[in-house]
Antibody, heavy 118, light 107 residues
Framework: QVQLVQSGAEVKKPGASVEVSCKAS????????ISWVRQVPGQGPEWMGW????????NYAQKFQDRVTLSTDTSTDTAYMELRSLTSDDTAVYYC???????????WGQGTLVTVSS | EIVLTQSPATLSLSPGERATLSCRAS??????LAWYQQKPGQAPRLLIY???YRATGIPARFSGSGSGTDFTLTISSLQPEDFGVYYC?????????FGPGTKVDIK
């Protein structure tokens, strides 16, 4: 069965960077992409960007374009999301979701809480 | 950027009642709309994609309709496990954003 398992919760100081990982299993990793979605507590989800696990092509939301980097490691079937220059507004749960390029999110990771606090 | 508006913000219903949730887009998105259910502490769960297609394993009491700018999610007879927050999401135009949600709770 398809599973996406994310790394654990993080606490970061303002100005720092965070990297969240998403390990895929149960399907051929390189046949799909991964989208990253975040959710600030009490708000709706927010799409951040997408990466193809086949050729590493990326597509970022303009809001995050200057601060986020998506990458994949096909040797370990793992996707990564790095977010830089963190502020308290970045405190949120970050999700990865399998995305064949259609932006229909059938499978999700369990979420990673990132807390930004001084 | 396309803006999605959901109404009502909260819907208080009893088990067995019919629920009707609305999602309106600021411009036409054809039928590129999905609906998700989310419960506390869980990731969103895909219910409906492309306005009216149920995702695998989703019960028939969930149905979606609409096209262009106005969309509806209907739950024909609410079950206890259906309470939670429902989000619509458009995949017509970058960025592929979500609505603010409708909370369905027990009356």
């Amino acid at each position: 069965q398809v599973q996406l398992v994310q790394s654990g919760a993080e606490v970061k100081k303002p100005g720092a960077s965070v990297e969240v990982s998403c390990k895929a299993s149960g399907y051929t990793f390189s046949n799909y992409g991964i989208s990253w979605v975040r959710q600030v507590p009490g708000q709706g989800p927010e799409w951040m960007g997408w990466i193809s696990a086949y050729n590493s092509n990326t597509n970022y939301a303009q809001k995050f374009q200057d601060r986020v980097t998506l990458s994949t490691d096909t040797s370990t079937d793992t996707a990564y999301m790095e977010l830089r220059s963190l502020t308290s507004d970045d405190t949120a749960v970050y999700y990865c979701a399998r995305d064949p390029g259609t932006r229909v999110f059938t499978y999700w990771g369990q979420g990673t809480l990132v807390t930004v606090s001084s | 950027e396309i803006v999605l508006t959901q109404s009502p913000a909260t819907l208080s219903l009893s088990p067995g009642e019919r629920a009707t949730l609305s999602c309106r887009a600021s411009q036409s998105i054809s039928d590129y709309l999905a609906w998700y259910q989310q419960k506390p502490g869980q990731a969103p769960r895909l219910l409906i994609y492309d306005a009216s297609y149920r995702a695998t394993g989703i019960p028939a009491r969930f149905s979606g309709s609409g096209s262009g700018t106005d969309f509806t999610l209907t739950i024909s007879s609410l079950q206890p496990e259906d309470f939670g927050v429902y989000y619509c999401q458009q995949r017509s135009t970058w960025p592929f954003n979500f609505g603010p949600g409708t909370k369905v709770d027990i009356k």
